[in-house]
C-alpha cells in the first residue's frame, strides 16, 4: 500500500512539472512556446526520474567512497542490509561538518545512502548503526523515490524563479531595473517549489523511518541517542539555504538549514523532541535495548 500511493504521488508530482512547464511555455512564446515546452517537459520529467538522486547526492557535494576508507560504515550497511534481505546501496560521504545523513534512489537497487564526514565524527558504532537503519528504512518504505522527484521538481521550480527575473515579461527596453511581470512569476514560484515539497513529504515518513530502523537494528535507543546529537550538531552548524540544497534538506534526518527564512517554506521535518519521545517509548514496550556487537 505504501509503495502503492508513493507511486501515484510521483506521477501526480510529474504531471504537475509537465503543467507548469506547458503553462509557462504557452505564456512566453504562444503555440511556438508550447512546442518548445512539450520537449523541454518530456526532458525534464526523465531527468527528474533518472537523475533525482544524482541532484541530491550533487546538493551536498557527496562522493562515493570505498570499503577501504570507511570500512565500518560498510560493515554496518551490509549487516544491515543482509538482515533486510535487501542489496547493498551505494555508499556516499559528504565533506560536511555538519552532522547529517540521507537516503536517494529510485528503489532498492538504485538507492543510494550518504553520510556526511561530521556524522562520523560525533556517533559512536551503536549510534551510527541506529541511524543507518533509518535511512536504509526509507529505502525499504519505498519512499525515497517521492522524496527524490519532489526535491528536483522543487529544485527546477526554484531555477525558474531565479530566471525569472531576465525574462522579457511586462517590461521596457528602456528600464534598467527588474521588470515587474518577472519579479511577480520568481515571488509564485518560489513558493510554489516549498508548496510541492510539503504536499508530497508528509511528516509522518520520518516517524515511519524512526520506527522502522528501530525494528530493523533492534536498538531504538541507539537512534534516539544519535538524533540528539545530530540535532544539537546542525543547530551549531547551520548550511546555508540556497539552490539545491534546499530544496532536498527534506531528505536529510535532520534539518540541515537554519530556522526561519527559506528554511521554514522547505521544512517537512517533525520536531526532534517528539521523534526521541516516541524512540524511548518504542523501546519501553518492545522491551529492546542495546545490541550486542560481535568482535
Known amino acids: 500500500m505504501h509503495s502503492h ?3 501515484l504521488k510521483t506521477a501526480a508530482l510529474l504531471g504537475l512539472l509537465t503543467a507548469m512547464i506547458l503553462a509557462v511555455g504557452y505564456w512566453i512564446g504562444g503555440s511556438g512556446g508550447l512546442v518548445f515546452a512539450v520537449v ?9 526520474y533518472f537523475f533525482s538522486d544524482k541532484i541530491a547526492l550533487r546538493s551536498m557535494r557527496a562522493r562515493p567512497v570505498t570499503e577501504a576508507e570507511f570500512p565500518a560504515l ?15 546501496p551505494r555508499l556516499y560521504v559528504s565533506p560536511s561538518m555538519q552532522p ?12 543510494a545512502v550518504a553520510v556526511t564526514v561530521g556524522i562520523t565524527r560525533i556517533l559512536d558504532r551503536r549510534e551510527l548503526r541506529g541511524v543507518i537503519g533509518h535511512e536504509l528504512s526509507h529505502v525499504y518504505n519505498r519512499d525515497i523515490l517521492i522524496s527524490s522527484v519532489a526535491a528536483a521538481l ?22 534598467d531595473g527588474p521588470n515587474p511581470a518577472s519579479l ?50 546542525a543547530q551549531r552548524l547551520p548550511l546555508p539555504a540556497d539552490g539545491q540544497l534546499a530544496t532536498s534538506a527534506h531528505l536529510m534526518i535532520a534539518n540541515p538549514l537554519r530556522a526561519g527564512g527559506i528554511a521554514g517554506l522547505f521544512s517537512t521535518h517533525p520536531p526532534m523532541e517528539e521523534r526521541v519521545r516516541r524512540l524511548h517509548q518504542l523501546a519501553a514496550i518492545t522491551g529492546t535495548g542495546p545490541v550486542q556487537f560481535q568482535r
Open 40 to 48: 523541454l517537459s518530456l526532458a525534464m520529467n526523465a531527468g527528474s
Open 154 to 175: 522543487a529544485g527546477i521550480i526554484t531555477m525558474f524563479a531565479q530566471l525569472a527575473i531576465f525574462l522579457p515579461l511586462g517590461g521596457s527596453d528602456d528600464d
Open 184 to 233: 511577480l512569476l520568481m515571488l509564485i514560484l518560489g513558493p510554489l517549489a516549498a508548496s510541492v515539497i510539503q504536499l508530497a513529504i508528509s511528516r509522518n515518513r520520518e516517524f515511519q523511518a524512526d520506527a522502522s530502523g528501530a525494528t530493523l537494528t533492534r536498538d531504538p535507543l541507539a537512534l534516539a541517542s544519535a538524533l540528539e546529537k545530530i540535532q544539537y550538531g
Open 5 to 7: 500511493h508513493n507511486g
Open 100 to 111: 547529517n545523513a540521507f537516503a536517494t534512489g529510485r528503489n532498492p537497487k538504485n538507492a
Open 74 to 88: 560498510y560493515q554496518i550497511v551490509r549487516e544491515l542490509a543482509t538482515e533486510a534481505r535487501q542489496p547493498m
